[in-house]
C-alpha cells in the first residue's frame, strides 16, 4: 500500500494544521546562474513532498534553502505558520534574525548524501551530539531515546561502533538515527541512497518507507523514481529552476502531462 493510500484511512481534522514548511515564489542565483526561479512548494503535517529532476534542476538547492542552508535573493520561507524574517534585498538579503533561524532549524533535521558522520565519535555519540549540545537536554534522557532509534533503524547492535567499522548503508541509517533524535517537524532527505550500491541502498530505502508509514512530514530530493513512487503524496518535478509538474505520485509516474516529464521518465526509468 502506497503512502497515500495509508493517509487516505486516516480520519480528516476539523482544522487543519499550518504546513510544515510553505515556499513561495523562491528565487536563488549563484552570480549569474539562476538555480530557482520563483518555486511554490508546500509540506503539509504528516505528508512525503519528493522532488525529481536531472541533475542541475534545483532539487538540492531548494531542499537546502528550506532550512537555510543556502540563502535565497527573493521569496518567502514559512516553517509552521512562520515566516522567515529578512533583512536586505537581492545579492544583500541575509535572516534578520539568527536566533529565529538557530530555533527553526531545530525543527527540520536533514540527512545528507554522505552521511556527515563525525569520525571521532562512536554511532550512538553522534546521534546523541545534537540533543545534548543544541537543545541542551539530559543526557541520559537522550541516551534512551537515541538507543531506541538505532533500533528502529535496524543497527542498535553498532551504538558503540565507529563509523568507520560501519557499510555505507549503516552509516546512513545512523545518520537517520541522528536526525530524528532531534524529534523535528520535518526531516529533509538530500539523495539518501545515491552513494550506496544498490544492495545497501533497499536498507536505508526499507527505513524510509517504514517512516513514511508512521506519517512523518518529510521531503525527499531523489533519483530513485521507485521510491518516489511509493512513499510520495505529492511529486513535484523540477526543471531547469521552475516546477514543470506537479501532483500525486499516480499521475506522475502513470499520466504525465508534460512532454518534459515523460521524457525524462523514459530516460530514469528505462535506466
Not at 509552521?80 to 533583512?87: D, F, L, S
Not at 536533514?110 to 550512538?124: D, G, P
Not at 523514481?225 to 501532483?247: C, K, N, P, T, Y
Amino acid at each position: 500500500m502506497t503512502a497515500q493510500a495509508l493517509r487516505s484511512r486516516l480520519p480528516a481534522d476539523d482544522a487543519a494544521p499550518a504546513p510544515v514548511i510553505q515556499i513561495r515564489g523562491l528565487h536563488k542565483a549563484y552570480g549569474p546562474l539562476q538555480v530557482l526561479k520563483g518555486v511554490d512548494m508546500t509540506a503539509p503535517r504528516g505528508h512525503v513532498v519528493t522532488l525529481i529532476g536531472s541533475s542541475g534542476s534545483g532539487k538540492s538547492t531548494l531542499l537546502r534553502c528550506c532550512n537555510l542552508l543556502e540563502i535565497s535573493q527573493a521569496g518567502e520561507i514559512v516553517i509552521e505558520g512562520e515566516p522567515v524574517r529578512w533583512t536586505g534585498a537581492g545579492p544583500d538579503r541575509q535572516p534578520a534574525d539568527r536566533a529565529q533561524v538557530r530555533r527553526l532549524r531545530t525543527n527540520l533535521s536533514m540527512v545528507f548524501q554522505q552521511f556527515n558522520l563525525w569520525s571521532h565519535m562512536t554511532i550512538l555519540q553522534n546521534v546523541m551530539e545534537a540533543p545534548v549540545t543544541v537543545l541542551g537536554q539530559p543526557a541520559g534522557q537522550v541516551e534512551a531515546r537515541a538507543r531506541k532509534l538505532l533500533d528502529k533503524v535496524g543497527i542498535g547492535d553498532k551504538a558503540d561502533a565507529w563509523p568507520a567499522q560501519l557499510s555505507g548503508g549503516q552509516q546512513q541509517r545512523a545518520a537517520i538515527a541522528r536526525a530524528l533524535c532531534m524529534e523535528p517537524r520535518a526531516l529533509l532527505f538530500d539523495e539518501p541512497t545515491s552513494a550506496l550500491d544498490p544492495e545497501l541502498q533497499q536498507e536505508v530505502v526499507k527505513v524510509i518507507k517504514d517512516l513514511a508509514a508512521e506519517h512523518r512530514t518529510m521531503i525527499l530530493v531523489t533519483h530513485d523514481m521507485r521510491l518516489a513512487a511509493d512513499v510520495s503524496d505529492h511529486v513535484v518535478f523540477l526543471h531547469q529552476g521552475r516546477i514543470e509538474e506537479e501532483g500525486p505520485p499516480d499521475q506522475i509516474f502513470r499520466a504525465p502531462r508534460t512532454d518534459r516529464l515523460r521524457q525524462f521518465l523514459s530516460a530514469t526509468m528505462s535506466a
